[in-house]
């Protein structure tokens, strides 16, 4: 299909192909602009206020959509580690720029009120930190000290940002550095929260008996103590992570945390049964949780043994 395209050149071509009627009003106004520079300029604002407000609207929509995709993605392989980690969903209220963030819950998701920063990285990480104040472990944290507290998120919020490199860096830089160097304790259990993470047990073993402890913590006021046996609790597992040939002790029995971790590492093993005599004598002391931790050919002893111990306790394998 062949379409006409026009072009002008001038003025004087397109007041006629406009109409005359339309083309005098036209020329009056632009007569008027131009004798009257103030009202040229007036006009000229609003128009780059419109412009300007119709691009500040689709940049808040993309960062609404960035952050979106970005937690659901990391809701999604908690998930499969960790069920209901994060039990929330989130929305963006964008608000007067000076507005400090803050965040509450309503009807299943947080909502989060703040300002519009020019950095993008900067919307992303004011978000998120917000968010993760409100949906991680939120029962847990009243019992925490401002250290743990702060590890905790800030070791989440790392992992998080592994899929945004550049606002990573910008947190690593600007929130993480300064306060690991006001604060020795913060930068000991992050650090020993990144060995946990490297070998997949950071999620998989102490966000979930973090989980676990909140449900019977709900509602409770807080309590030092819990705090306390918290901390005891990672010490345990790096110690374990990092014991190299050392024998360390592999049961954590609290007042509220009570797990085994049942170590199949050694290539002679060809009996499941010690495994098994020993996880249904700690049942019987009270112990809530089994973690069964294997590598190469050792595997398929983990897969037998959970398939042959039948507790009714939660028994979690760690294949590796």
Partial sequence: MIQDIYTFSNLNQILPWLGYPISFVLGLAILYLITHPETAEKWGAILCKLGAYISTRAEKKHIALDVQSIVNSFKKETDREVENLLPYGIKIDWVGEEITPESFISEGVVVIRLGLHKNRDENLIRVLKEYLSQTLV???????????????????????????????????????????????EIKDYCEMMEVLDQQGRFTRIFLRELKDLEGRLSGSLPKDKV????????????????????????????????????????????????????????????????YLLARGSNIEWVKMLARDVDSGKMLEKLIK
């Fill in 227 to 290: 705090d306390k046996e918290i901390r005891e609790f990672l010490e345990f597992l790096y110690r374990i992570e990092t014991k190299g040939e050392q024998d360390v002790p592999l049961d954590f029995v609290g007042e509220y945390i009570k797990t085994q971790i049942v170590l199949v590492a050694r290539p002679e093993t060809t009996d499941i049964k010690p495994h098994k005599k020993r996880i249904k004598d700690n049942i019987s002391k009270g112990i809530r949780s089994f």
């Fill in 138 to 184: 939120p029962e847990i944290k009243p019992h925490l000290s401002e250290s743990v507290k702060k590890a905790i998120d800030f070791a989440v919020m790392s992992k998080i940002l592994k899929k945004a490199p550049s606002a990573r860096n910008r947190f690593l830089e600007n929130e993480y550095k300064p306060e690991i160097d006001r604060n020795q």
